[in-house]
Structures are given as structure tokens and as C-alpha cells.
């Protein structure tokens, strides 16, 4: 098969499209056929090696994928496993994949079959290969630890990117009032489209009061921040009182004035989607793939690109000026 290999920590050129070995799926594992691969900007970080996660070298970078099963594997020690995994799929079923123990910039991925799922039929394989990473990290920031519940009042900070939007759907369908920010009028028009109430201009000087006025001077529930080191300390400013903000992304330092989170019983929260256990993944990926089949989420696709030209992907994701996602095609 081709794969994207990176051989070297270093910049877009060092994805390099070989000629690899077909995986061969063990025990529990599942080969998928790739269709499209999402790129996320832990991708990048990854690849560049300023990730504190790093791969042995060399890799096939990757973990959002959609396509189909391909081959399942055989499971000698544990029989009954064996039959629960060849009753959930069988191969040419449509899936998507949270996670690859090879890598998703390929025409194959193996993978852990507990962390395969079906893809309904009226979703495209770019739309699969957009679900893991966006749609899970938006699920766990907002539920599993910022604890989001109907009637509040959210903010997400960076509604345009694949994160953003994925919380926006999500949190419009949970009944939370969603206010999101964007730096683009296409973005505006995306964000508004995808079911936000309001939507802000993040570039503008004086969005924070902004927002803060779209909350008619109460405040803000929850704070959803793709871009902490820029937005953390004027977040807890706009907080209401027993506010949260939920740290998704950040790309520096922060300084903060720890009497504004005092004052209102705040809190910040970090989170990360790798700390997520096995068992809360596969709770998110039920939430998910119900959302899927009932239509609430419709995961927006910005780009598709050739495999063979995933570093301009990636020079692509860091651009900025987000509008979905971006995915490559083998
Ligand atoms: P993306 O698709 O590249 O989107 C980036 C978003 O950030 C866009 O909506 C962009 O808006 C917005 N943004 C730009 N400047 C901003 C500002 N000043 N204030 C607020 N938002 C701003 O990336 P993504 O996949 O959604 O990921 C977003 C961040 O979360 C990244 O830093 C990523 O590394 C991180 N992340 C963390 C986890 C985790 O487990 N903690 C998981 C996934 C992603 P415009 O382009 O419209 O300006």
C-alpha cells in the first residue's frame, strides 16, 4: 500500500508518500481501507516535534479516518472476542476510525476494533474521517469535563475550525444557548449556518465586550477557548458566576487575574481528548454516531487534498482562517 512516512521531526516536506506494507490485523484489530483521513493540527504539532507525545521514527502520521473493513483479525486466545468483533463488522462495511495503531495518512489503517464505528449511510467518508478528534474533543470538553447542560449560555471561542463546529452542533442539539466567534465572513456565514445563536469577530478589538453584551451583562455558563494564550485572562472577565472555561487549544503562555475566577466561583479546565479512557471514548463515540444517524451532527468539510500532497494540508491548517475541515484523499 501507500503511506504518507515522516522520517525526521521537521517541516511539511518531510511527509513523504512510500510504498509500505500492508498491515496485518492480530488479534482485536481490524484493517480499514481508507477513504479519506482528517488532518488535525496535533498532526502538525506531532510531525514538527515540538509535541510533548512523540512517535518512534519513522511514522505514518494520522488518527481520524473513514473507509471500509477491510480484514479482521482471527482471535485464537479469546473466542468469544473473536465472534463479538466478526458480528460488529464484516468486511465492505462503511466505518470510521477514533484512532489508528498505524496511522490514517494511508490506504490502509489498522486498527483496535473497540474503536471502530459505523458510518451511516447518508454520511461521506469525509465526513467519518472528520469525527474523532474534532467531534470527541468538542463532546468531552463540553460534557465529560466542563459538565454543559441545557439552558446554559456558551461561548465558543474559535467556532469555525473543525473543534468549534462540532461543539456548536453538539451543544445547539444538548439546548444550550451558543454564542460562537470566528475571524472570517465566511466563517460568520458557516458558524451562523450550523446552528450558533450569534456569532462574534474574534480579530475585533472589542469583541469580549461583545459577547458579554449578547449575554445581556450576565455572563458566560461556559467558555469553550480553542486559542488560551491569547483569550484565557479576558475570558474569566465575561465569566457568570459558577462560570467554567474548558481549554481546548493553546499555542503559548497566559496571564490571568485570579480574582476574576474568585469572585465568581470560576473555574478553568483543561482538558485533553488522549486522557479520555477507553471506556469514555467508546461513551463519546455513542453520543456521536446517534448524532450522526439523527442528523443534529453534520461534520463540514473545507478541503479535500490528494494523500500524496498532505504537506500542503498541513501549511493549509495552520493558516488559519478556518471553515471546516480539511481532509485528505488517498
Ligand atoms: P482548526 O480547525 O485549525 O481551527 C482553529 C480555530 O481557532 C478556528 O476556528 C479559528 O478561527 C480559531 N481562532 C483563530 N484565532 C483565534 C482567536 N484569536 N481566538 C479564538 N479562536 C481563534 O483547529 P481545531 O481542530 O478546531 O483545533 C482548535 C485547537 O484545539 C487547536 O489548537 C488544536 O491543537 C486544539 N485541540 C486540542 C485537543 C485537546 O485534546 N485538548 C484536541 C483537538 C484540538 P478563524 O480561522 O475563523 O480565525
Known sequence: MKAIRVKEFGGPEV???????????????????????????????VRSGTYPRKPALPYTPGTD????VESLGPDANTPADADAAAKRFK????????GSLSGTYADLALCEEQFVFPLPAHVSFAQGAAMHVAYATAFRALFQRAHAVAGETL?????????????????????????????????RKLVLDEGAHVVLDHSAPNHFEEALAATGGRGYDLILEMLANVNLGRDLGILATHG???????????EITPRDMMGRDGAIIGMSLWNATPHELISIHAALVAGL???TLRPVIGQEIPLAEAGRAHTAIMAGGAHGKIVLIP
Do not use: C
Open 15 to 45: 511527509m513523504q508518500l512510500e510504498e509500505v506494507a500492508d498491515p496485518k490485523p492480530a488479534a482485536g484489530q481490524v484493517v480499514v481501507r481508507i477513504r479519506a483521513a482528517g488532518v488535525n493540527p496535533v498532526d502538525v504539532y
Open 244 to 254: 467554567r472555561v474548558s481549554v481546548v487549544g493553546s499555542r503559548g503562555n497566559a
Open 65 to 68: 479516518g473513514a473507509g471500509t
Open 155 to 187: 461561548l465558543v471561542h474559535g467556532a469555525s475550525g473543525g473543534v468549534g463546529i462540532a461543539a456548536v452542533q453538539l451543544a445547539r442539539a444538548a439546548g444550550l444557548r451558543v454564542i460562537g466567534t470566528v475571524g472570517s465572513e465566511r466563517g
Open 293 to 295: 444517524e439523527n442528523k
Open 91 to 98: 468486511p465492505g462495511d462503511r466505518v470510521y476510525l477514533a
